[in-house]
């Protein structure tokens, strides 16, 4: 019998110059793409940066020389404007309600919304398929069209200017896309898993609280922050029609407006404030949005 030996292939090893003239090859061909990326942001970053600044002159300096010209002349900057923000209207208690609103407008759906997307993926019960026709209708009714009835619903139930009536009308209008997103990415999860926990005796509770909601955090950040949170934070239309009294920010910063249309000391910081918020927490969870903004789009 004929025995073949395998010959040995060379092992080639690489010059550490021609690494280091391909990884610089390769910085120079993604350059203009950096370029043009830093130039996008830059325009993205420019109406924040020109409120803030905007907000750090006195109103004569902002009429006269415009936000521009702090930088060649710092002089013009000034804090004195959010004291006077902070200190003497009622900026702070509308900051205090708004960020009542949206985290409890936030967290109510969502806990419901992933209860609801759960069992619309892995329950079984008669009416399943019909009962998500139905929630997906719901998707293309404008909120508009419910401000009259829910006002008057309202009323009657004594939930007109609270911040339980405002968390409530916000949860009721975010429940459905909510539970669309979340039944989507849900009903990817790998049907084993869940078959495996229940062989070992996990109830659907258990299987809930320690596979479906770790599984699930990167669509749930996202909906929760991009869609639910900056919704309620940014809510305007709501508030004026569902409150008197417990005014979040943008109602305000609108009634501030409508009554002086020159304080641009007030209006200014008070915007600014009501910016950053939103813009802390979307860098804080950006990590989450790349694995979550297209959950339940592909299998």
């Known amino acids: 019998m004929a025995t073949y030996e395998a010959e040995a292939s060379p ?8 690494r280091t003239a391909a990884k610089i090859s390769r910085a120079v061909a993604k350059t203009p793409l ?29 009429v006269s020389n415009g936000w521009w010209k702090i930088f060649s002349k710092p002089s013009l ?3 004195q404007n959010y ?9 702070p208690t509308s900051l205090r309600i708004t960020a009542e609103i949206a985290i409890g ?20 019960f008669p009416g399943r398929d019909w009962l998500f026709v139905l929630v997906i209708a719901l998707l293309v009714v404008p909120l508009q069209m ?24 916000h949860t009721a209008f975010g429940l459905p896309f909510a539970i669309f997103l979340l039944r989507n990415f849900f009903i990817g999860i790998p049907k084993d898993i869940l078959e495996s926990a229940r062989i070992d005796g996990a109830s659907e509770i258990r299987i809930f609280v ?6 699930g955090l990167p669509a749930i950040a996202s909906l929760a922050i991009l869609s639910q949170f900056l919704w309620t934070w940014n809510d305007l239309l709501v508030a004026l029609v569902m409150a008197r009294n417990t005014t979040p920010i ?27 918020v939103p813009l802390g927490v979307f860098f804080a969870f950006q990590r989450y949005f790349v694995q979550g903004l297209l959950a339940g789009s592909v299998k």
Do not use: C
């Open 11 to 18: 092992v080639v090893i690489a010059d550490p110059s021609e």
């Open 34 to 62: 950096h370029i043009f990326l830093a130039f996008v942001a830059l325009l993205w970053l420019m109406p924040t940066l020109g409120l803030f600044l905007t907000s750090l002159l006195s109103p004569t300096d902002y």
């Open 77 to 79: 900057a000034t804090w």
């Open 83 to 91: 004291s006077n923000v902070w200190n003497g209207t009622d900026i």
């Open 105 to 124: 407008g936030t967290i109510l759906p969502i806990i419901v919304a992933s209860l609801a997307g759960y069992a619309f993926a892995w329950v079984e």
């Open 146 to 169: 419910a401000l009259i009835p829910v006002f008057h619903l309202y009323n009657t139930f004594h939930l007109y200017d609270t911040l339980f009536g405002l968390i409530l009308f």
């Open 210 to 215: 320690k596979l479906i909601l770790p599984l």
């Open 250 to 276: 943008t109602v305000d910063i609108f009634s501030q407006l409508r009554q002086f249309g020159s304080n641009i000391d007030i209006i200014a910081p008070a915007s600014f404030l009501s910016m950053i």
